[in-house]
């Protein structure tokens, strides 16, 4: 089992850029988490998807952020456009639901200049 | 609402025991989490605890929960210098495919 995958791990991208971050759950795994962690804020929960379906997206910035998961086995995190505050490091997480474990990702450290 | 509290620092020496703190306020809790973040990882599952137990011990590690003060624990017997890390609490409400709310983080520094 090669766990949570995410990918870039590191994105370091210009201001007004758009910024796509990638997410490959555990096989098998129904609910899908996407966490923001700063310094100032700590961990957030941004969405979370239940069987493809996103369930709460109310810690999702503003506009500019946007999730997809078209299939099981993988979402997408979008910002368009990106700003130097949206630099940190961006976690997926999965989970069985009702296994009472989350695995995370290594997640993607993402740097706006 | 909810809310995880977490003291910030905790140093102790190697082969003390380690005691963690975290306080949470909804009571309809049903899973209580320890997580491990090593420094440029992602966080690791340490240990969870249904909100019915009191208690649950897993090698080095004891989980305790009073569930009538909010208040859960994590020891670590025999610390390791390897333990360095910070450690989060954070509990999920309904079953676990909802939502995690994570406290601020523990940071252990174990000295030599």
């Known amino acids: 089992d090669a766990g949570v995958i995410q990918s870039p791990r590191h994105e370091v991208t210009e201001m007004g850029q758009e910024v796509t971050l990638r997410c490959k759950p555990i096989?098998?795994?129904?609910?899908l988490f996407w966490y923001r962690q700063t310094m100032m804020r700590g961990l957030e929960l941004l969405i979370y998807?239940?069987?493809?379906?996103?369930?709460?997206d109310s810690g999702m910035p503003e506009d500019r952020f946007s999730a997809k998961m078209p299939n099981a086995s993988f979402s997408t995190l979008k910002i368009q456009p990106s700003e130097p505050r949206d630099s940190a490091v961006y976690f997926c997480?999965?989970?069985?639901?009702?296994?009472?474990?989350?695995?995370f990702g290594s997640g993607t450290r993402l740097t706006v200049v | 609402g909810e809310d995880v509290e977490q003291s910030l620092f905790l140093s102790v020496r190697e082969g003390d025991s380690s005691v963690i703190n975290c306080t949470y306020t909804d009571s309809s809790s049903t899973y209580l989490y320890w997580y491990k973040q090593e420094p440029g990882a992602g966080l690791q599952l340490l240990t969870y605890i249904f909100s019915n137990m009191d208690m649950k011990q897993d090698q080095r590690l004891t989980v305790l929960l009073n569930k009538k003060d909010k208040h859960l624990s994590l020891r670590i017997a025999d610390t390791q210098t390897g333990d360095s890390a910070i450690y989060f609490c954070?509990?999920?409400?309904?079953?676990?495919?909802?939502?995690?709310?994570f406290g601020g983080g523990t940071r252990l520094m174990v000295k030599p």
């Open positions: 997480a999965s989970t069985l639901e009702g296994s009472g474990g989350y695995t």
């Open positions: 954070a509990e999920s409400i309904g079953n676990a495919g909802n939502m995690l709310t």
């Open positions: 998807f239940n069987n493809n379906v996103p369930i709460d």
């Open positions: 096989s098998g795994h129904n609910s």
